[in-house]
């Protein structure tokens, strides 16, 4: 007979609590609900803040590192909040909370009985996960292993544990050891590993330390991706590289259908950011160049906070006349302008009450006016011209720009008061060759997005890939969204090639100061990939991490490397 794993969750003796990325309740069992007072149907889709407001879910996902939090419920029961994060079978970052009654960590220790059934908990866990896990102690030697290892490894546990990595290195279980990287390095490391059964798996180690410091042990979470590895060999080297890390893509979601690709560590601490702050009121100020999100972020904050049922309005301040935006912003009564409204008309301050207020393009406001937006933000108080009492408004404030309005401060061209009223959480959004590490996947993403839209089946020559990649990209995010909307339309071949790309973008190629000038275009592509090697040969330490940072395997590196004739240093042959 068939047991579902929510059955098998539903009976386990502890509250679980299972959350997305930005804390969103996906799953709760029984034991859950009865420790919270309301069942799985009630938890599911509320924010796991509104449940405990000292849970460190989000953080605890996004470093990948557990944690303990002490709370209590509702109705003033303590508990502790055992947090974990994992990886679900589909590749996506999740957070898995164990709720405790009664009792503290030091109780926890001191019972044998508990920890008898902390460790049946822990078997439970392991397995549910669906990869591989191993523990080990400080020295490498293997303490557990979870029920999947000889479907993956192709090993019993009792030819794991008690053994060494070294010992498992050398009989040729694993050609690479995550755990002895982990120990050298004393950090989270990601690994690629072949099996002695041929199995292609990707490692992720994590240091767990002492409370003076010491590592005390190592857990591998081995994923299976044989499967996967087979598929891109078929596909180009650049497509690889993308595929192979398309389960690790950052997407949160927002109404509209609209998504957020994320991939670099700068982007993900922007967002992490912005599901810290979504169920405050403090004004946020968001910095940046044209076109890098800025109002994609105001209104993930938005549809992240407590406000998300309520209107979220933009005002872009630049496109408004100076003489029309204090009517705009504040509305008027009836009968104050001739030609206006007959009726008066209501400001977006006041249509955004209870809601979110976008202020776009807040260095354009005028000085004159400026004062009295102070006011509102102080206050929360608005005064619709032609009136004398003012009215309250319960607005969220967002503001974003792209000027510098410290040094619209110096020149007294922006109110310093007002400055500092909006600057409660300022947040920079970096301009995109800032984080080239997001720039394939939103190809990626935007490839996909207007090949279904215009019913087209368009692939990017690697070539090409590697020079959008590279291409500085002064209009951010919308002029690269533009730039692949525009190659799927216009391109006549199913392959975007080198040849399709805008001029500005090819002639970059010819920009290095010390390339030959004159040559053809398929040796300034080979003067190009030969720099690109020296550089990564460079900056790393063996063919396995050059092979790694470019996605390409290392037999092509090696080969590479001798149709170029390019040095390197003698340790990385080892």
């Known amino acids: 007979?068939?047991?579902?794993?929510?059955?098998?969750?539903?009976?386990?003796?502890?509250?679980?609590?299972?959350?997305?990325l930005l804390g969103k309740i996906t799953f709760g069992n029984q034991a859950a609900g009865k420790v919270l007072g309301r069942s799985y149907h009630q938890m599911k889709g509320e924010y796991i803040h509104s449940l405990f407001t000292s849970t460190s879910i989000i953080k605890a996902i996004k470093t990948n590192t557990p944690s303990v939090s002490p709370d209590k419920t509702e109705t003033g029961t303590p508990l502790i909040l055992v947090e974990l994060p994992i990886q679900l079978s589909d590749g996506k970052k999740a957070g898995l909370i164990l709720l405790y009654e009664n009792q503290t960590l030091d109780q926890l220790a001191e019972q044998s009985q508990k920890i008898s059934e902390l460790k049946q908990e822990l078997e439970v866990i392991m397995n549910l996960i669906g990869e591989l896990v191993t523990i080990t102690d400080k020295n490498g030697i293997i303490l557990r292993v979870n029920a999947t290892c000889e479907k993956i490894m192709g090993v019993k546990e009792r030819d794991l544990v008690?053994?060494?990595?070294?010992?498992?290195?050398?009989?040729g279980v694993v050609d690479l050891s995550?755990?002895?990287?982990?120990?050298?390095?004393?950090?989270?490391?990601?690994?690629?590993?072949?099996?002695?059964?041929?199995?292609?798996?990707?490692?992720?180690?994590?240091?767990?330390?002492?409370?003076?410091?010491?590592?005390n042990k190592v857990i591998n979470i081995?994923?299976?991706v044989t499967e996967e590895d087979k598929l891109e060999k078929q596909l180009d080297e650049m497509r690889q590289m993308i595929r192979y890390y398309q389960s690790e893509w950052t997407r949160m979601n927002r109404e509209g259908g609209e998504h957020i690709v994320v991939r670099s560590k700068v982007m993900e601490d922007v967002y992490e950011l912005a599901g810290r702050i979504a169920d405050v009121d403090s004004t946020v100020l968001i910095l940046g160049e044209s076109g890098v999100g800025k109002e994609v972020l105001a209104r993930t904050i938005h549809n992240l906070g407590a406000r998300k049922a309520k209107p979220f309005l933009k005002i872009n301040c630049g496109a408004i006349p100076e003489t029309l935006m204090e009517s705009e912003l504040f509305g008027y009564a009836k009968g104050t302008f001739t030609g206006g409204n007959p009726e008066g008309k209501q400001g977006i301050i006041m249509s955004a009450n209870e809601g979110t207020l976008f202020l776009d393009e807040i260095g354009e406001v005028p000085l004159q006016l400026q004062v009295k937006l102070l006011q509102v933000l102080q206050e929360k108080q608005i005064t619709p011209l032609g009136k004398t009492v003012p009215v309250h408004v319960n607005v969220r404030f967002i503001a974003a720009t792209n000027r510098n309005l410290e040094k619209m401060v110096e020149e007294s061209t922006f109110r310093e008061d007002l400055y500092y009223r909006l600057n409660v959480v300022p947040i920079t959004i970096p301009g995109l060759r800032?984080?080239?590490?997001?720039i394939p996947f939103l190809i990626e993403y935007f490839l996909h997005l207007y090949n279904n839209a215009y019913n087209k089946r368009k692939i990017i020559q690697k070539e090409a890939m590697q020079v959008l990649i590279n291409y500085a990209w002064p209009g951010n995010v919308r002029e690269l969204q533009n730039t692949i909307e525009?190659?799927?339309?216009?391109?006549?071949?199913?392959?975007?090639?080198?040849?399709?790309?805008?001029?500005?973008?090819?002639?970059?190629?010819?920009?290095?100061?010390?390339?030959?000038?004159?040559?053809?275009?398929?040796?300034?592509?080979d003067q190009y990939e030969k720099t690109i090697l020296q550089t990564t040969l460079n900056q790393s330490r063996t063919l396995k991490e050059v092979s790694k940072k470019l996605g390409v395997d290392i037999s092509t590196i090696s080969r590479k490397v001798k149709k170029y004739n390019l040095a390197f240093a003698e340790m990385q042959l080892k």
């Open 1 to 20: 007979m068939f047991i579902s794993s929510e059955k098998i969750m539903d009976s386990l003796p502890f509250g679980m609590v299972v959350t997305d």
């Open 162 to 171: 008690g053994h060494t990595v070294d010992s498992l290195e050398k009989q």
């Open 178 to 215: 995550s755990t002895k990287r982990v120990i050298q390095e004393g950090r989270k490391i990601t690994v690629a590993q072949t099996t002695k059964s041929g199995r292609r798996l990707v490692v992720s180690g994590y240091p767990i330390y002492n409370e003076d410091g010491t590592l």
């Open 222 to 224: 081995s994923r299976d």
């Open 434 to 438: 800032e984080r080239k590490g997001d």
């Open 486 to 525: 525009r190659l799927v339309v216009t391109t006549f071949d199913a392959q975007i090639r080198l040849e399709d790309l805008p001029n500005k973008m090819r002639d970059a190629i010819w920009q290095e100061p010390s390339g030959p000038k004159g040559l053809t275009l398929k040796e300034a592509i």
